[in-house]
């Protein structure tokens, strides 16, 4: 992305009436089905100012829609730039509502431009400054950076929060729990009263605004979430076993998460774990940190294998491409590098691998010396905990 070139503003105006038309026919027959289907409740808001940014918090797989349910008018989405490389369903996409592409895993300063050159010509976007879905309940990391963005930008600033949405498709699920969702505008702040605030005030509100805790919420209000395979597919965001302390160990069947040590946990309709040593994702994954950055330190002492996964597929993405680099790879994270072996190996220093991003449960995007991969498995894996442990080797902050 260091030779990105902003595009002309006549790809942004040419169609849009075209996406406003699409908009305001899809909501039609969508907003009835997503309140009956996620049972959501809200109240419509119709924005004081023609351009504002929207941002709100990333709980849901169908927080898109609940957030045009939420807000008067049309709104330009910020998408993960991999579902633009979908063939002709990303030619649809494009064509009907030509979203704004953000690159998981690169720099994301190609965006931010590209959201302010949107809010100059006049066309409200709506924003995820999460990034990714929360994977333990609480409000994740959200860049200082936006609120640089949004003091240079135009129009006004609208901060919308949903509740509910984490017990209803937590990150790690893969089933729809039926339990209700709440969202709501917290405040639009003018631009008269962004004018007067520093970009540090503006991130502040932004993130208060946004932030939420599933599990306290859910403590407050204890609404039932029922639902088929309720643990399953937990192993992709808990993988530290609190009983034998063993990283990797963990697998889940229905409702339950377990351990081959004997650890046994439930996970209930009201989205607590039973059994466990913590009745909760985020205060596990709390502890798990601190038991993960211990391994990496052991390692890099002694420079051992940290993690590893069988079965990884990795490609190399060039533009709206991408090229199948191997299969069934044995993928091994050392201290000082990534590396895949199968029929050929591949070799990522881990001091050239300056980005490294999540998608959805299962895509993992890296970039290295200036070259994009994307990293998938044949089977259910733990992506994240190769998130973590790349933030953790290099000294970063894991969010």
Not at 85 to 100: E, Y
Not at 341 to 366: C, N, S, W
Request: glycine fraction near 8%; charge should be positive.
């Amino acid at each position: 992305m260091s030779e990105f070139t902003l595009p002309q503003d006549s790809y942004w105006t040419k169609g849009l009436k075209r996406s406003k038309a699409v908009y305001a026919l899809l909501r039609l027959p969508l907003t009835p089905y997503f309140k009956i289907r996620n049972r959501f409740h809200c109240k419509k808001y119709t924005p004081k100012d023609k351009t504002f940014l929207l941002v709100t918090n990333h709980n849901s797989t169908v927080d898109h829609f609940l957030n045009v349910m939420g807000i008067r008018g049309y709104v330009r989405f910020v998408l993960s730039d991999h579902l633009l490389r979908k063939g002709i369903l990303s030619k649809a996409l494009k064509f009907l509502v030509n979203p704004i592409p953000r690159r998981k895993g690169m720099s994301g300063e190609p965006t931010v431009k590209m959201i302010q050159q949107n809010l100059r010509l006049g066309v409200p976007v709506i924003l995820y400054p999460e990034g990714n879905r929360s994977f333990n309940g609480r409000t994740g990391f959200i860049s200082p950076r936006t609120g640089d963005m949004v003091k240079q930008a135009a129009g006004s600033l609208i901060t919308y929060r949903i509740e509910g949405a984490y017990m209803q498709t937590p990150r790690w699920g893969h089933t729809l729990r039926r339990g209700p969702l709440f969202g709501q505008v917290v405040r639009e702040y003018s631009r008269e009263e962004l004018d007067r605030m520093s970009a540090e005030e503006i991130y502040r509100h932004i993130c208060e605004d946004l932030y939420t805790d599933a599990y306290a919420y859910q403590r407050e209000h204890m609404y039932r979430y029922p639902g088929k395979g309720l643990a399953e597919h937990l192993e992709t965001t808990l993988f530290v076993c609190p009983k034998c302390g063993k990283m990797g160990g963990l697998a889940s069947r229905d409702d339950h998460f377990f351990c081959a040590c004997g650890m046994r946990a439930k996970v209930n309709e009201y989205g607590f774990l039973e059994g466990a040593r913590f009745d909760n994702v985020y205060d596990w994954d709390m502890w798990q940190r601190e038991e993960m950055k211990k391994h990496v330190e052991v390692c890099k002492s002694q420079g051992l294998l940290i993690a590893k996964e069988e079965r990884a597929v990795l490609f190399k993405v060039n533009g709206d491409h991408k090229q199948l680099m191997g299969e069934g790879l044995k993928l091994m994270l050392y201290p000082d590098r990534l590396e895949f072996e199968g029929a050929a190996r591949f070799t990522f220093p881990m001091d050239k691998i300056t980005q490294m991003a999540v998608a959805h449960t299962a895509f993992l995007y890296f970039t290295c010396d200036g070259q994009y991969y994307e990293v998938r498995n044949a089977a259910v894996w733990p992506v994240n905990k190769y998130f973590a442990l790349h933030r953790m080797i290099r000294g970063m902050q894991y969010v």
